[in-house]
């Protein structure tokens, strides 16, 4: 599976993008998704899943209530809704599908890796 995610850009604080992952190749419409992100200096981490029928729907804490996951239904393709975004938001942010139909926390869970989009949040 390729993915290819997409929507990033420069924002100030407080305001709001919306991320698209596509995945090509093999179908991933029976595998959970997830996106994770990868600020300068640190580890990636996790940041939002969703299952393969747009359910089991898991965020990261330091993200719930302001961002929003979300798929289409027998489809390849994720979205990432950023609201309310922080500084702290700024990170390259890749898209991943899982090795099974749920999706999770743990990055060794997901087979295969988008290529990533740069987010940066301007104060």
């Known amino acids: 599976v390729q993915l290819q995610a997409s929507g990033g850009g420069l924002v100030q604080a407080g305001g709001s993008l919306r991320l698209s992952c596509a995945a090509s190749?093999?179908?991933?419409?029976?595998?959970?998704m997830g996106w994770f992100r990868q600020a300068p200096g640190k580890e990636r981490e996790f940041v939002a899943a969703v299952g393969w029928n747009g359910g089991s729907i898991v965020y990261a804490d330091s993200v719930k209530g302001r961002f929003t996951i979300s798929r289409e239904y027998g489809k390849s393709t994720m979205y990432l809704q950023m609201n309310s975004l922080k500084p702290e938001d700024t990170a390259v942010y890749f898209c991943?599908?899982?090795?099974?139909?749920?999706?999770?926390?743990?990055?060794?869970?997901?087979?295969?890796w988008g290529q990533g989009t740069l987010v940066t949040v301007s104060s």
């Open positions: 190749g093999r179908t991933a419409s029976n595998n959970g």
């Open positions: 991943a599908v899982a090795r099974k139909a749920l999706a999770g926390r743990d990055r060794d869970a997901y087979a295969s």
